[in-house]
């Protein structure tokens, strides 16, 4: 099983809105069964709305915080540590 997929990137640091998924859906009329659209900042709720309205072609949606998770899931970039922080109690000293 296959289907045609567009998708369109956007470095935001603010919200993609319901205009922007219209004007993406535009695009894609015709040339795909389905849509993804990723961003680096957020969706307002009417994009959100809009990506999922009925009788339309669905458009996914991956936001920043969620493109920042796939990068870390699937290490595409990404180098973690994990970082042991010790401090100095010193009321406990104190008292000895």
Known sequence: MSFHVIFQCKKYQGS???GDIRDFRGAM???ADKGLFI???T???FAVKEATRDGAPPIDLVDGEQL???LK???LGIKTAMIEKV???KDWFANL
């Open 16 to 18: 993609v809105s319901a």
């Open 29 to 31: 009329v015709g040339r």
């Open 39 to 41: 961003t680096t900042g």
């Open 43 to 45: 969706f307002t709720p």
């Open 68 to 70: 920042a998770e796939k």
């Open 73 to 75: 899931e699937f290490q």
């Open 87 to 89: 401090t100095l109690d």
